[in-house]
């Protein structure tokens, strides 16, 4: 068993629809949570980053992270063709240290 | 501010040359990650460095692979005898000290993509 699962996707919405991207994972000692946007042939770009459980809103994107199930989220309101990319949901802490666990990532078509 | 950097973008090599990857890290960024992303899949941890220290580098193949963060210059991820599975991209990020604020926040460079013939 990985120790983070992601759907690969690939995931195609319409212009403006609410998208849910989800993780979940078996170590239950992390602690921080992220979310990263990866455009084809660029680097990861960080877009929320979380600590323990509960909600974070920045903009159209909004992260939760449910400790006791072992399950994250990102969503996106209002999607835009500009959101195409995969997502990486990635998470570290307790005895990993500062190494982090990445998902496979998610692709995301969000179609005019 | 400029963010991290890595060179070269692109690098060609045959079986069993050396490879060499260089991060500069954000300004004031004092650790070092470095991943490799295979295609349709997600980033490998390989090695977590600190200036002159490395701490974690239990996803490298220590017996071809070597990294270093010295005091002055950039990180270097090397190969010393590259195989064809070795192709791939390398990511670097960094992240700011745990005492400035930092607890996992990665950065990350825009990658060298390895092709080995």
């Known amino acids: 068993q990985k120790e983070v699962e992601q759907d690969p996707g690939p995931l195609s919405v319409p212009e403006g629809a609410i998208v849910s991207l989800n993780c979940t994972y078996s170590?239950?000692?992390?602690?921080?949570f992220m979310w990263y946007r990866q455009y084809s042939r660029k680097g990861p770009e960080l877009l929320m980053y979380?600590?323990?459980?509960g909600n974070k809103e920045d903009g159209r994107f909004t992260a939760q992270v449910d400790k006791s199930s072992k399950y994250i989220s990102l969503f996106i309101r209002d999607s835009q063709p500009s959101d195409s990319a995969t997502y990486l949901c990635?998470?570290?802490?307790?005895?990993?240290?500062?190494?982090?666990?990445f998902g496979a990532g998610t692709i995301l078509l969000v179609k005019a | 501010n400029a963010g991290v950097m890595q060179n070269p973008r692109h690098l060609v090599r045959r079986r069993g040359q050396e490879a060499r990857l260089r991060c500069s890290p954000m300004?004031?960024?004092?650790?070092v990650y470095w991943y490799r992303q295979l295609p349709e899949e997600g980033l490998k941890f390989m090695v977590y460095?600190?200036?002159?220290?490395?701490?974690?580098e239990s996803g490298m193949p220590k017996e071809r692979f070597s990294a270093e963060f010295p005091k002055e210059g950039p990180s270097i991820l090397r190969s010393q005898q590259v195989v064809r599975g070795d192709s791939a991209a390398y990511f670097c990020?960094?992240?700011?000290?745990?005492?400035?604020?930092?607890?996992?926040?990665?950065?990350f460079g825009p990658g060298t993509r390895l092709t080995v013939l």
């Open positions: 460095l600190q200036k002159e220290n490395i701490i974690d």
């Open positions: 990635a998470m570290l802490g307790g005895t990993g240290g500062f190494k982090t666990s």
């Open positions: 979380t600590y323990s459980s």
């Open positions: 300004k004031g960024h004092s650790h």
């Open positions: 170590n239950s000692a992390f602690q921080y």
């Open positions: 990020a960094s992240s700011p000290p745990v005492a400035s604020g930092g607890s996992g926040e990665q950065f």
